[in-house]
């Protein structure tokens, strides 16, 4: 593997973390998330998605492939986040609160004392 095929990685690899800072964002906010620009992120997907089959059709490099798969979950993921907040869950909901919290209550079994 050369140095530019290594450059790639690690530069798709930060490109990849990158996302996750706007994704706990979108998580945490409790708000519509109204400030993040949603058509930014549609032609980001839309891009991400053409560049991904480019990549699978044409190129055929498991490298490039992996790489631009990873920067369109990173794009749908966000997208997704976006869509919710902004059309589907109600003001004040936090769904990183949500995710923390268990589903069912665990039961406790109390005899009485005797």
């Not at 991400?48 to 498991?62: C, G, K, M, N």
Request: aromatic letters at 10%; hydrophobic letters at 55%.
């Amino acid at each position: 593997m050369d140095v530019l095929a290594v450059l790639y990685i690690i530069a798709n690899i930060m490109a990849s973390v990158s996302y996750i800072p706007q994704i706990m964002t979108l998580l945490k906010d409790t708000t519509h998330s109204e400030s993040v620009a949603l058509m930014s992120w549609v032609l980001w997907l839309g891009a991400s998605a053409i560049s991904l089959t480019y990549f699978i059709v044409r190129v055929q490099d498991p490298v490039v492939i992996f790489s631009s798969s990873m920067n369109f979950t990173g794009c749908a993921v966000v997208l997704g986040l976006l869509v919710f907040n902004r059309f589907i869950k109600a003001q004040d909901i936090c769904l990183y609160d949500l995710i923390k919290k268990p589903v069912v209550e665990p039961v406790i079994d109390e005899e009485p004392i005797v």
